[in-house]
């Protein structure tokens, strides 16, 4: 078809500096191996910390949920698409994270648009980490309150930040809890302190630190023993719930407000009783099964280690994601392609993921990794890291 010829430029250059990308198909259900074109590889770069994509429980839950009430809802929830089950997870999810109450959105991405695009006025300021996630940006922009970005989880700019806003009527800290392509975890004990001290809400996106961090997973802010002091925890139940959707937990006048101002949450239809009764099963195994969490942690200490005594730049990660920083974007993906020649599904991210100049090989170990597949992972991450001369 014609009258896209406006877009074929930028495409021809992307193939030049071989930064584009085919979408990689698997053939087999998420794990700690996958099938990608007819061959078995370790999986390294799922968000499915826990396995809980294939949990048996949850399996079981969505298949009775979709006998009993059907593929899908038909509405969204604000005129005919709350069922019982929508609001019992969001009773177990405010229970789980110590909060008032709890909302669910069709994602996480769709949680942080949301939530910001709902409470923010051109009265307002918001206070964004530099390295927050696409979904909080867009959020912002999707507002009229003033837009202050403080440095990478810089407390020394966060303050001047705050300092520099005392005209607003309300000034909100918004950061991820564990950042999605460095692996570490926001230093949440000093924002709080700051926020307090300013009269400022926090806003934490926990994405990768639900099912990760706190006990039984509950996040960051229940891993810094931070209950009650952050105002708004965002979730997703995309990544180690293993199954589709955000949420958000808060008090319940947010809650409420959201109810009747969240426009994703008014306008795009519920998830189907598949994803909500997997996704209260998900809860009820983070509840049951902690044994998951700790050998997801076993797994993380020793594939880092295992990494980092290569050689490999790991950066600041302290956290399941690691990633091996390469920097050139075209050398990134020869990494990524010939660590799937050789075994290993790692994909490379490049920019607008990342900034330019700091494109790597994104690794996410699971608990369901064992350890004879991640040394072997290791193994091959050697090999091919000297055949490129990225380690000695
Ligand atoms: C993945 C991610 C999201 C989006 O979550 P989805 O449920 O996949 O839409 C939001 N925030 C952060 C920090 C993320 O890493």
């Known amino acids: 078809m014609k009258g896209f010829d406006f877009l074929k430029e930028e495409l021809k250059e992307m193939k030049k500096a071989g930064t584009f990308r085919e979408l990689v198909s698997i053939e087999s259900e998420q794990g700690s191996k996958v099938i990608i074109n007819g061959r078995t590889l370790i999986q390294l770069s799922s968000n499915n910390y826990l396995g809980l994509t294939s949990h048996p429980r949850l399996k079981e839950a969505s298949i009775?949920?979709?006998?009993?009430?059907?593929?899908?809802?038909?509405?969204?929830?604000?005129?005919?698409?709350?069922?019982?089950?929508?609001?019992?997870?969001?009773?177990?999810?405010?229970?789980?994270?110590?909060?008032?109450?709890?909302?669910?959105?069709?994602?996480?991405?769709?949680?942080?648009?949301?939530?910001?695009?709902?409470?923010?006025?051109?009265?307002?300021?918001?206070?964004?980490?530099?390295?927050?996630?696409?979904?909080?940006?867009?959020?912002?922009?999707?507002?009229?309150?003033?837009?202050?970005?403080?440095?990478?989880?810089?407390?020394?700019?966060?303050?001047?930040?705050?300092?520099?806003?005392?005209?607003?009527?309300?000034?909100?800290?918004?950061?991820?809890?564990?950042?999605?392509?460095?692996?570490?975890?926001?230093?949440?004990?000093?924002?709080?302190?700051?926020?307090?001290?300013?009269?400022?809400?926090?806003?934490?996106?926990?994405?990768?630190?639900?099912?990760?961090?706190?006990?039984?997973?509950?996040?960051?802010?229940?891993?810094?023993?931070?209950?009650?002091?952050?105002?708004?925890?965002?979730g997703t139940l995309s990544k180690a719930v293993g199954v589709l959707g955000g949420y958000i937990a808060s008090s319940r006048t947010l809650i409420d407000y959201l109810i009747h101002k969240g426009r994703p949450f008014l306008f795009s239809t519920s998830h189907p009783p598949a994803v909500t009764a997997a996704c209260s099963a998900a809860i009820d195994v983070l509840m049951n099964e902690p044994e998951l969490i700790e050998t997801l942690w076993e797994n993380t200490v020793f594939f880092k280690d295992g990494l980092r005594k290569l050689g490999f730049q790991t950066g600041l990660s302290e956290t399941p994601i690691t990633p091996v920083i390469i920097g050139d974007e075209a050398l990134t993906h020869q990494f990524s392609d010939l660590l799937m020649k050789e075994g290993v599904f790692a994909q490379g991210i490049a920019f607008p993921t990342v900034a330019k100049g700091k494109a790597r090989v994104r690794t996410i170990v699971t608990a369901q990794h064992s350890k004879e597949e991640l040394t072997e992972a290791l193994r091959i991450f050697q090999r091919v890291g000297k055949q490129l001369n990225i380690i000695s």
Request: no cysteine; proline share 1%; hydrophobic share 40%.
């Open 64 to 234: 009775k949920a979709v006998e009993e009430y059907g593929a899908g809802t038909g509405s969204v929830r604000t005129i005919a698409g709350t069922f019982s089950m929508h609001a019992e997870l969001e009773k177990k999810l405010a229970e789980f994270k110590h909060t008032e109450a709890a909302l669910v959105f069709q994602s996480g991405f769709t949680t942080n648009q949301g939530v910001l695009s709902a409470i923010l006025t051109e009265k307002d300021v918001v206070i964004s980490d530099e390295l927050n996630h696409a979904s909080i940006i867009d959020g912002i922009r999707l507002t009229k309150a003033a837009r202050k970005v403080y440095q990478h989880v810089d407390m020394k700019d966060l303050e001047r930040a705050l300092q520099e806003s005392s005209q607003y009527r309300k000034r909100v800290i918004v950061t991820d809890g564990v950042f999605s392509m460095d692996g570490n975890i926001a230093p949440l004990p000093e924002i709080v302190q700051l926020a307090e001290k300013y009269d400022a809400i926090v806003m934490v996106d926990d994405a990768h630190a639900s099912g990760v961090l706190g006990e039984n997973g509950r996040g960051t802010v229940n891993h810094f023993k931070l209950d009650g002091r952050v105002h708004i925890q965002v």
